[in-house]
């Protein structure tokens, strides 16, 4: 059994905006695994942008708190982003404890980009 996914909807950042908020969303570890998607890097950080949304969505009613974007990392990134694997980087609860890992997937056009994120219970 799993929560229902949140879907979440994103517009395709231009290259000079991805390049602007790169350091808030992901760090050198998430980079590289985006690049194995081979995606343009724009649209690879709308997919991490997107997902770490939908995880953050999929766990809100649950935990009751907030999260930074630094708090889950990506550590897998298939080609076009189709699945993608985050890892939480911290503690939040007894069930939601630092290295737990939560599967997301990505479907994109040109301009757009919807993601979700499944977290079994």
Same mark, same amino acid.
């Given at each position: 059994m799993a929560i229902p996914p949140p879907l979440h909807l994103n517009k395709v950042l231009k290259n000079r905006?991805?390049?602007? #908020? =790169?350091?808030?969303?992901i760090d050198k570890e998430e980079r590289r695994a985006l =690049? =194995?998607?081979g995606l !343009? %890097?724009?649209?690879? #950080?709308?997919a991490a942008f997107s997902v770490k949304e939908s /995880?953050?969505?999929? /766990?809100? !009613? =649950? #935990?009751g708190q907030f999260m930074d974007f630094?708090?889950?990392?990506?550590?897998?990134?298939?080609p076009e982003a189709e699945q993608l694997v985050l890892r939480l980087n911290r503690d939040f609860s007894a069930? %939601?404890?630092?290295?737990r890992e939560f599967t997301g997937g990505c479907r994109h056009? !040109?301009?757009?980009? #919807?993601?979700?994120?499944?977290?079994p219970l």
């Open positions: 905006r991805a390049e602007d #908020l =790169q350091s808030h969303i =690049q =194995q998607s !343009p %890097f724009a649209t690879g #950080l709308t /995880l953050y969505k999929a /766990l809100f !009613p =649950q #935990l630094a708090d889950a990392g990506i550590v897998h990134c298939a069930n %939601f404890r630092a290295g056009s !040109p301009h757009e980009l #919807l993601s979700w994120v499944v977290v």
